[in-house]
Every structure is written in C-alpha cells, then in structure tokens.
C-alpha cells in the first residue's frame, strides 16, 4: 500500500518554473513505477510522464518532451517533476501516481495509487 502526497503546486508566469513534488508512504516505494497525469478544466485527465523503479528510465507525453524532467529519490520516498518554460495550456491538477508495472508506463490504467492532486495555474 502506498499513499501519495502532493506539492509545490501555485500560479506561476508564462515562462517560469515549478518543481514538483509528491512524498510517498511505505517501505516498498523503490518497488513501484511513478508517473504524473494533470487534468485541466473541462477535459479528461491525461499523461505527463513517468520513471520506472530504479529512476534510470522515463517517459514523457509529447507536449512536455524537452520542458519537464521528472525524477526519484528512492532514499526520501519521493518522485519529483520539474517543470520549464510553462505554458498557460500547462495550467491543470497535476497528480502523482504509483504503479506495480516497473517500467515507465503512460497508461492510466497501469496506476493503482493516486494523489490527491496540487494546482499549477500559468498566467499568460
């Protein structure tokens, strides 16, 4: 069992940064893929990226590719997401997500542990 706490969540300029963070409960985190989904208004959620088990690989949905970097610390429980150059269209609930598949997988389905989500609003 895992449970997942998000922050650093905020309004932020076009153009700016945020880091992400997400602390996880449980002994077995190092044991568990970690992804980031966001959901803005009015649209279903979708995929941002994931790192599998050991943090030597990742995945990221194309629109983030080259702008955010996501990372682990297995050590303190926590996946992190950096993010770059934010865009108003970046502005959504971002949610951790922790996976039994130990590989970087985007499919929502894969995940069974979520966060309770941290706003990031861009302003243009």
């Known amino acids: 069992q895992v449970q997942l706490v998000e922050s650093g969540g905020g309004l932020v300029q076009a153009g700016g940064s945020l880091r992400l963070s997400c602390a996880a409960s449980g002994r077995t985190f190092s044991t568990y893929g970690m992804g980031w989904f966001r959901q803005a208004p009015g649209k279903e959620r979708a995929f941002v990226a994931s790192i599998g088990w050991r943090g030597d690989s990742t995945n990221y949905a194309d629109s983030v590719k080259g702008r955010f970097t996501i990372s682990r610390d297995n050590a303190k429980n926590t996946v992190y997401l950096q993010m770059t150059s934010l865009k108003p269209e970046d502005t959504a609930v971002y949610y951790c997500?922790?996976?039994?598949?130990?590989?970087?997988?985007?499919?929502?389905?894969?995940?069974?542990?979520w966060g309770q989500g941290t706003q990031v609003t861009v302003s243009s």
């Open positions: 997500a922790g996976s039994r598949v130990l590989y970087p997988t985007p499919r929502m389905n894969d995940y069974g542990y």
